[in-house]
């Protein structure tokens, strides 16, 4: 299995990616789309199945396009996406120096947030996986139970009819509470020892507890006695500020998305006295003042596409450290990461952090010393 959740296969040397496929298996299959190098694949039967191979608990499993993994047992599946990262690794030719470790929690139950389509006849729906057709749903055993339970009595579908424009809205649910873009949009959830602020529409994470044990993996080995000064770059919301920057005397968060940012300040009303806000992209933040200050460590948290290059070369000139990479793309992190090396930083540590049990998404915290 690879990046993406497929199989590969090989017909007269030739790749062909088969998704809902298990490492081992037979299969027969047909091919649905050839390019010059490699084809897609999908499965018309399973002649011999793999021993890890599950009947799946959602009766939509194969048609909505949010879990790709279901069909495969929770410990194997997270042995996939392990195996997965160890692949990307290897292809990119880097190595942390300590073993890669794995943290995770619930396999079913966990999602709080959800971006829901409104079908033609006014329910809601998720998107058809490599489709934009919408599929109606009532129910989805990722969910949280205040989202689960609102899919099922049609609280949901009745939020949608309200819309004014626009035929996608966010959910999210969390401690008994449900937010949505009909109503009131500003979320407050407890975090540890916190209560953190967003907004529905913005992003934030979906996974509440496994956010909570990334959280506690990117505070470790903080300085008992304040640090002087700490970047939390593509900061969103702050979050990570809020629990890190306690262990520095001063914090400087970096956001483009001025929205987001303003929000950081509210949940770091406590310590605004200490706290710099520069609402700028990561291409701009050379030129910034604050990028000529000193910094003890950094807090890296970009989108699926990851760091820019010129923020990457910046990091590479400057004095840090210390440097916390949290990504969404395991990918785009390798690429960073092998680059981040080549700059002199030392990769020490890798945690995969299994935020999307049923999928084959992975959220990876890497350190980086020097």
């Known amino acids: ?64 396009g949010g879990c790709t993994l279901q069909m495969a047992d929770s410990v194997y599946q997270r042995q996939l996406r392990l195996s997965i990262l160890q692949d990307i690794f290897n292809r990119a030719h880097i190595e942390p ?11 079913f139950g966990y999602r709080s947030r959800f971006q829901f389509h409104r079908t033609s006849s006014g329910n809601c729906g998720l998107k058809e996986g490599s489709s934009n057709e919408v599929i109606a749903i009532s129910d989805c055993p990722v969910a949280v139970p205040e989202i689960r339970n609102a899919l099922k009595d049609g609280s949901i579908a009745q939020f949608t009819r309200h819309m004014n424009s626009g035929d996608r809205f966010h959910v999210f649910g969390y ?35 496994m956010l909570e ?17 700490m970047l939390d770059f593509y900061s969103g919301v702050g979050t990570f500020s809020v629990f890190a920057g306690r262990h520095f005397e001063e914090n400087v968060l970096v956001e483009h998305n001025k929205e987001a940012l303003e929000v950081a300040r509210e949940n770091l009303t406590e310590r605004s006295d200490t706290t710099l806000f520069c609402a700028v992209s990561d291409d701009k933040w050379p030129l910034n003042k604050a990028a000529s200050l000193d910094y003890d460590t950094a807090i890296v948290d970009p989108p699926r596409q990851g760091i820019s290059q010129k923020a990457l070369s910046w990091f590479i000139d400057s004095s840090i450290s210390d440097l916390r990479y949290v990504s969404c793309d395991p990918a785009t992190f390798a690429r960073d990461a092998r680059t981040l090396i080549a700059g002199g930083y030392r990769f020490t540590d890798a945690v995969l952090v299994d935020f999307y049990p049923q999928t084959h998404h992975i959220e990876t ?6």
């Not at 496929?21 to 018309?44: H, M, N, Q, R, Y």
């Not at 120096?97 to 396999?107: G, Q, T």
């Open 1 to 64: 299995m690879v990046a993406g959740g497929s199989c590969i296969a090989r017909i007269d040397g030739k790749a062909v990616f088969i998704p809902f496929s298990l490492p081992g298996e037979t299969l027969a299959i047909e091919i649905i789309d050839s390019k010059k190098d490699f084809s897609f694949a999908k499965i018309v039967s399973v002649i011999e199945a793999s021993p890890h191979r599950i009947q799946p608990v959602c009766p939509l499993f194969g048609q909505c």
């Open 97 to 107: 120096e300590n073993k890669i470790r794995m943290i995770s929690d619930n396999d």
């Open 175 to 209: 401690k008994g509470s449900l937010w949505h873009e009909d109503g009131v949009t500003s979320c407050s959830v407890p975090i540890l020892d916190k209560v953190v602020n967003f907004d529905v529409r913005g992003f934030f994470q979906s996974n509440i507890p």
């Open 213 to 229: 044990q990334m959280i506690s993996e990117v505070c470790k080995i903080l300085p008992v006695s304040p640090g002087k000064r």
């Open 365 to 370: 915290l890497g350190l980086f010393t020097r």
